[in-house]
């Protein structure tokens, strides 16, 4: 099975910075596409950035110019460097993954257990 893990969350001021990682392990042939999403209290998972395997990225509006991901695929590993940090950014955050666990096989979409991001005003 691939397991996902989220580090890198926390409690930070406005205005200030934060660097999730996420690392994929287990029974893994190839990673594509990996991407960051959100979920504040009482709203909907939205979607935060993705980077395809080859690094192509996209954002969504509000982040771009403040978030960058980035992935090391030696580690299997996605990053997402957060700054400029407001409240309305508190929000759990959840990375994924498409992997394929074999040469023949699909891809199947994995989901990390998220991690707490806090920004105080």
């Known amino acids: 099975q691939v397991q996902l893990v989220e580090s890198g969350g926390g409690l930070v001021q406005a205005g200030g910075s934060l660097r999730l990682s996420c690392a994929a392990s287990?029974?893994?042939?190839?990673?594509?596409?990996m991407g960051w999403y959100r979920q504040a209290p009482g709203k909907q998972r939205e979607w935060v950035a993705t980077?395809?395997?080859?690094?192509?990225?996209g954002y969504a509006d509000s982040m771009k110019g403040r978030f960058t991901i980035s992935r090391d695929n030696a580690k299997n590993t996605v990053y997402l460097q957060m700054n400029s940090l407001k409240p309305e950014d508190t929000a759990v955050y959840y990375c994924?993954?498409?992997?394929?666990?074999?040469?023949?096989?699909?891809?199947?979409?994995?989901w990390g257990q998220g991690t707490q991001v806090t920004v105080s005003s």
């Open positions: 994924n993954a498409q992997v394929t666990q074999s040469g023949t096989s699909g891809y199947s979409t994995y």
């Open positions: 287990g029974i893994i042939f190839s990673i594509g596409a």
């Open positions: 980077i395809t395997k080859g690094g192509t990225t």
